[in-house]
């Protein structure tokens, strides 16, 4: 999260994982904008590592071409030129160290031809059981003895319980130091998560309210509309727990509750948030709420259920929605419950945090009745529609005292057009040092010790139709 607008300098990006979905889908789309606007040195050059024996340079700048053509981008002569003079394909066949050692040669060459200052960055996307064996690979054949810098970029899964995230740091730091380490949650590029800072430490109205004094209630929601899609094969074994609420879910939780940080510095923002995840209670099984979609019909057509997408289980117990209470047991937070919920195939896509005020505690209008009056809430809104809206009370115009619920809102796309990609942001980061946006090895930990109980306990998983707001067993927790 850059106070002052840099450049990515001279380095090579190699991606491991090369050829895959999240390189054509995010990553090369976001390199070549971040090229177009001039964020990026010329010079910048990326090398795709997978294991296909038959990619060349070329056949591998044409499948580029075509993921970014897919991703919108117009092909013309700057993309065209771009892909030739900066992409590269390398295959590491069968991970040996002879492979490795092919690899090494070939980064040589590429920074000797492009006068690059041995600045390195490697990226590896990829599923996890491939993590471990390239962490490995790198840190045995030398790749970190650069005389420029070295940076490591791990995509989430980071781990699947608190014992294999704890080995996995184990493993990396062998061989690199924290500062080359940068854990994504792509979650922390969106520009709408980063202003929860801005939101929260640039305007003094709010942050004096932001305590359990004023504050009834926290909701933080991520509902998506779309099932498991084509992702059967990861999904079944990991779940809604460990896919969204262990990261995305508890990021959100962390930049909502955590004080004000010393400075801006990566640790100290940090600290701040590995501070809040330690004041968490225990999770009560009571408070937890697994469900799981089955199909539904949307008119004449069928939505199928989770257990009817390709290459699922059929006897499946993998929770596709969960919904949890929590509480952050510090002196701002005592006895305010944070409800969080994410799932997929509920009705409307969208990510909220909202924040519930305390009713008046005496009720004016409405002659001794108990507060029936709608609670203040502050909706953030990260996605579809960026901004947030503060809902009160106003007095319906004419004789009676009636009243309504009324909105001030903001919305991003009105004030800004349209806001960058995740990537983009999280890219220009790496390359640049900042570790802002990137979860440290005791974060992740700490979030992984808060939810393991929750894994290790049989849990009920409760169904629900396709297109709906999820179990009806989860509705017994938002209304506290
Ligand atoms: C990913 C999860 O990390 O985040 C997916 O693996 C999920 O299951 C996705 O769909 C949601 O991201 P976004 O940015 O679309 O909210």
């Not at 001030?408 to 990537?423: C, I, K, N």
Request: glycine share 6%.
């Amino acid at each position: 999260m850059q106070q002052i607008q840099t450049r990515m300098e001279p380095h090579l990006f190699v991606v491991f994982g090369g050829t895959g979905d999240l390189m054509g889908r995010k990553l090369l789309p976001a390199l070549y904008r971040l090229r177009k606007q001039n964020l990026v040195s010329k010079r910048v050059q990326i090398l795709a590592v997978a294991r296909d024996r038959e990619m060349t340079d070329e056949r591998y700048r044409s499948w580029a071409l075509d993921q970014l053509a897919q991703s919108g981008i117009a092909l013309n002569d700057r993309s065209k030129s771009w892909c030739s003079s900066s992409l590269h394909y390398q295959s590491v066949a069968s991970g040996t160290a002879k492979d490795y050692q092919i690899l090494r040669d070939r980064i040589l060459q590429l920074e000797a031809n492009n006068r690059l200052p041995e600045n390195r960055l490697f990226y590896l996307a990829l599923p996890p059981k491939a993590l471990e064996l390239t962490v490995t690979g790198l840190g045995e054949s030398g790749y970190t003895d650069s005389a420029g810098w070295t940076r490591l970029v791990i995509e989430k899964p980071f781990g699947r319980d608190l014992i294999s995230a704890a080995q996995l740091n184990i493993h990396l730091h062998q061989y690199f130091d924290e500062t080359q380490l940068y854990r994504i949650d792509h979650y922390l590029g969106k520009e709408t998560v980063q202003n929860l800072l801005v939101f929260r430490f640039a305007n003094p109205i709010f942050e004096s309210i932001w305590n359990r004094d004023r504050v009834e209630s926290v909701h933080i929601t991520v509902a998506e509309e779309l099932g498991v899609g084509s992702r059967a094969g990861y999904y079944d074994s990991s779940g809604a727990l460990r896919d969204m609420v262990q990261n995305h879910l508890t990021q959100l939780l962390c930049l909502t509750a955590m004080e004000v940080p010393a400075s801006l510095d990566a640790d100290a923002i940090r600290d701040e948030k590995v501070k809040v995840l330690r004041s968490i209670a225990p999770i009560s099984s009571e408070d937890v709420v697994f469900g799981q979609y089955g199909s539904s019909r949307d008119g004449d057509n069928e939505i199928p259920g989770y257990l009817d997408e390709p290459g699922i289980a059929p006897d499946s117990r993998t929770e596709t929605f969960v919904a949890l209470r929590l509480e952050v047991e510090n002196w701002r937070w005592q006895g305010v419950p944070f409800i969080l919920r994410t799932g997929k195939r509920i009705e409307r896509r969208l990510t909220q945090i909202t924040v519930r005020f305390r009713c008046p505690p005496v009720h004016l209008f409405g002659a001794g009745r108990a507060c029936s009056i709608n609670s203040n809430e502050l909706s953030i809104t990260l996605q579809p529609e960026e901004g947030f809206d503060l809902h009160f009370e106003v007095k319906s115009p004419g004789q009676e005292v009636a009243m309504q619920t009324q909105r001030l809102h903001f919305r991003y796309a009105e004030a800004f057009g349209p806001l960058p990609e995740a990537y983009e942001t999280l890219l220009l980061d790496v390359a640049v040092g900042d570790q802002t946006l990137f979860v440290r090895g005791d974060e992740v930990e700490t979030a992984w010790r808060l939810y393991d109980p929750i894994l290790n306990e049989e849990q009920d998983v409760h169904p629900y139709p396709a297109g709906t707001s999820g179990p009806l067993a989860a509705e017994a927790l938002y209304r506290q």
